[in-house]
């Protein structure tokens, strides 16, 4: 089925396209994360559990790759992963010159390779990228796509070259585990959780908006309430997963996140999470793993965003009103913008 609107509203208010068999053209096919089945999921208790079925998985992936590599940020998910790589390994941790948003992932990543004699690779994001890699995961995706996936390409293409035969990611602990502690902070009216979780409201940036909440519906409770939680372990885990499997797989890198083959065991304890212990099971495990160093806070993975489209002016093409309120945008809402209008200028 081709439908441009729902598929350019759905992209603006999601970050993808969340109706399978919905098309922006003619020819183009989107393809969305399909989750592994309840029954294949290990099912997780302790921090000591996880450490188990980390080491499970990474064993059986050097049974069949010579050599891993790994995305690694700052955080706690992926410097836990690093400890399961061999000495050797290539490590790539992203930067920005321009801007210091990278600053803190950069020294505590330098840090854990160290740590585990890991090679550490440095790469460098900048505008000229974007312009380079965006058309490329857009062509693949058959849509436009979230900002990070150009980042992730560039660094799949990297480890490539250096001979990574399959690169280990880390972002399945967000949504397994408790992370995203701004959407967990309260239990939710459903008007304010909508308006909360979408990026952009298309009918605030589009001149033909159409409604695509009905992810939100099927979570209703009542009058006013959400069940937020199956909301983010339906429609979030998909947007977010979807993502890194195109950047990778453009890129040609198989890749494992052992994350995502995990399942909490008993509900998550949410007063734990609004008193300050998101993801409680991982801080255990990275406990366990860097005893030496605090827990460090959660942050999202950094895009330069801010800094690449911190002057732009906004879309020229009709689909777009032309009274956007620029200046109250993120640089994460002026970048759908502007990938979408790139991905628009490629179909004409």
């Known amino acids: 089925m081709i439908d441009k609107d729902f598929c ?9 396209i969340w109706k399978d068999g919905v098309d922006f053209a003619e020819g183009l096919h989107h393809e969305n994360f399909t989750p592994y ?22 064993d059986e992936l050097y049974k069949q790759y010579n050599n891993l590599g790994i995305l690694l940020s700052g955080g706690m998910d992926s410097a836990i992963l690093a400890s399961y790589l061999k000495p050797g390994s290539h490590a790539y941790t992203f ?28 790469v460098d994001i900048s ?32 480890a490539k070259n250096d001979g990574v035969e399959l690169l280990v990611i880390g972002d399945g602990a967000d949504y397994v ?9 309260k239990d939710w009216k459903y008007d304010d959780f909508v308006k909360r979780y979408i990026s952009l409201d298309p009918e605030m940036v589009l001149t033909n908006p159409v409604y695509v909440y009905q992810p939100f519906e099927k979570f209703k409770i009542g009058e006013d309430g959400i069940d937020f939680l199956g909301f983010m372990n339906d429609l979030c885990t998909n947007e977010s997963y979807s993502s890194y499997m195109n950047a990778l797989n453009t890129a040609g890198m198989p890749y494992c996140d052992p994350y995502e083959r995990m399942l909490m065991r008993d509900p998550l304890d949410l007063s734990r ?3 300050g212990e998101s993801k409680y099971l991982i801080r255990g495990l990275y406990a366990m793993k860097y005893p030496e160093l605090p827990i460090p806070e959660k942050i999202p993975m950094p895009r330069p965003v801010d800094m690449i489209f ?11 009103r032309q009274d956007i309120p620029m200046d ?12 979408a209008e790139q991905f628009l200028n490629s179909l004409d």
Request: charged fraction near 25%.
């Open 8 to 16: 350019l509203s759905s992209y603006i208010a999601f970050r993808y």
């Open 37 to 58: 089945p309840a029954e294949e999921l290990i099912s997780i208790g302790t921090s000591e559990d996880i450490d188990r079925a980390i080491q499970a998985q990474i």
């Open 95 to 122: 930067k920005a010159t321009g801007t210091a948003i990278f600053n803190a992932d950069v020294e505590r990543a330098a840090y854990y390779c160290r740590k585990y004699g890991l090679q550490h690779h440095l």
């Open 127 to 158: 505008f000229d990228d974007y312009k380079e890699f965006t058309p490329i995961v857009m062509k693949s995706k058959c849509s436009p796509v979230h900002s990070i996936e150009p980042q992730i390409y560039k660094a799949a293409t990297l």
């Open 177 to 185: 585990f408790g992370g995203m502690d701004k959407l967990l902070s």
């Open 273 to 275: 999470i609004r008193n």
């Open 310 to 320: 911190k002057d732009w002016e906004g879309p020229k093409r009709p689909e777009f």
């Open 328 to 339: 109250t945008l993120t640089g994460n809402q002026k970048w759908q913008l502007w990938c």
